[in-house]
Every structure is written in C-alpha cells, then in structure tokens.
C-alpha cells in the first residue's frame, strides 16, 4: 500500500517539476523576446537618428557633385543605386536662395543724402536741376514746385517731399495732410501776428525759404506722426530738434539738407534782404 502511495507521490512530483520547467521555459521565452523588441526598438531609433544626422547631410552636402562621377576612371553611372540612395532616393533638395534686391528706401536714402536730384515720377513737373534764387519770402516762380493741395516748396525739398509722400500714401492710402509750406514774406507777418512767439521773425522763417511744412493736426500725432519719425529722415525731413525743446511743434517738418547747407542756424548768417542762390 506504501508502495502504491510512494509512487503515486513521485509520479506526481514528476509532474510538478515538468510543469515548472514548462513555466520557466515560457517565462524565458517571454522574456527573451522582450527583450529582442527592445532591441530592434532602439536599433530603429539609433538607425533613424544616424540617417538624419549622418547620411542626410552627407547627401545634401555631395548633391552638387552627383555629375562629377562622369569624370572617374572605370566608374559607369548608374549601373547600381548606393545604399544611401536605395534608402533615401534621390537625397533632399536644397532650396535656391537668392539675394533680396535693394528696396526702394535704400534709393531713396542715396537721394537724400547725395542732394543731387533729377525728375521724380512721383514730381514730374519739378525739375530741381533747375536751381533756385530769391529771398526768404521772395524765391523766384521757377525755384518753388506745387506739391498739391495748393502749396509750394523750393524745388529740391519739393522732390523729396513728394518721394515721402509717396511712401507714405503706400502705408496709410492717402497724402501726408499739410497745413502750410512755403511762406511769403506778407505771409510771415500774417502769421508772426496770429501766432506770436510761436512764428519765427518775418524774413528769417525757414518757411520762407520754402524749406519746412507743417502738417495738420492729424498726422502730428500718433501712427501717422510715429511713422514720419521713423522714416522722414531718410528722405531729408526732421522734426528739428528746437520743436521738440524750447518750442513744442511737433507739427513743423523741415528739408534738412536745404537748411544745413545754408547753413540756416549758424548764428550771424541771417540777413533779410540777402539774395541767395543755389551755387552760392
């Protein structure tokens, strides 16, 4: 009876242990192809970040030199695609990149600068070569140039307000709004008398050498009075900086280059009744 028992019980330990081994013998199989996964998963990210820093770059870099193949010795194109090609065709394409062409501010900033001016399209009626003569409030009719709105400038300032304005009118789709320009001398006392302190002396008014503006009250202030700020220099036209200091106007723009050159705030240099003119 013993007997019996005894090989019951090793039959069925026998049993246990196969059914270990099987259990250890999946568990391992399991693992092992974790583990073959995790493998392969970093092997494709290894190999995808290899194509992308490596043979990209390689490609892009020898794309220029793809025809030179022609010229080695016993090399026949094409008779087989390199590995780099059967995996990434033909290699990226490197975008052409030309240089901007000059913008048209850049023009406009040698033409102020050099104060030598033609024609303006924008101006096709004022012609600065021209020249101009007269006295402050007196300037000769073929110095001053209509810049619409019924003012006037002398013929230089005149071309280079009208390529600002045209500028202007591109950003905010209307002329720059003026409220006065070239002042006659009658005009001058005019205005010394409603105005006062404000209005420089008769025949001594930079307005009266048709060399400044003002605008109307709009456009000195705000996006319209910022954006003048910013780019008027570069056709010659300031706020000066007395208006912004011991007068406040930020209304009055003056022609820079036509009053450095006459030298208009050297001290002594004004004389009312002096004739000036361009060659002088």
């Known amino acids: 009876m013993s007997t019996a028992a005894d ?48 043979v990209y770059p390689v490609m892009g870099t020898l794309a220029p030199y793809a025809g030179a193949v022609e010229d080695l010795p016993g090399v026949a194109e094409a008779e087989a695609p390199s590995t780099a090609r059967a995996l990434l065709g033909d290699g990226p394409q490197l975008l052409e990149s030309d240089l901007p062409l000059p913008d048209p501010d850049s023009a406009s900033a040698a033409l102020a600068a050099s104060q ?34 019924g003012e006037q400038l002398r013929n230089d300032a005149a071309v280079a307000f009208a390529e600002l304005n045209a500028r202007f009118k591109e950003e905010f789709g209307r ?80 022609y820079l280059p036509g009053t450095d050159r006459m030298g208009v705030y050297e001290s002594g240099y004004w004389s009312a009744g002096d004739v000036y003119r361009s060659s002088d």
């Open 175 to 254: 002329d720059i709004c003026l409220s006065d320009s070239y002042r006659t001398l009658s005009g001058q006392y005019a205005t010394k008398a409603s105005r006062g302190w404000l209005a420089a002396t008769p025949g001594k008014s930079v307005h009266g050498w048709g060399l400044a503006i003002d605008l109307c009250r709009g456009d000195s202030r705000g996006a319209t009075k910022a954006w003048l700020e910013e780019n008027g220099r570069t056709w010659g036209w300031v706020n000066p900086g007395w208006a912004k200091s011991s007068k406040w106007e930020p209304w009055h723009w003056e």
């Open 7 to 54: 090989a019951h019980a090793q039959a069925h330990a026998h049993g246990s242990r196969k059914h270990r081994r099987q259990l250890q013998t999946q568990e391992i199989q399991v693992r092992t192809t974790h583990r073959r996964r995790k493998v392969l998963t970093r092997s494709g990210v290894l190999a995808g970040f290899a194509l992308a820093m490596v």
């Open 116 to 149: 030598t001016f033609t024609v303006s399209s924008n101006l096709p009626d004022c012609d600065p070569s021209l020249g101009w003569e007269g006295r402050n409030g007196r300037l000769t009719e073929d110095s001053l140039c209509s810049i619409g709105g």
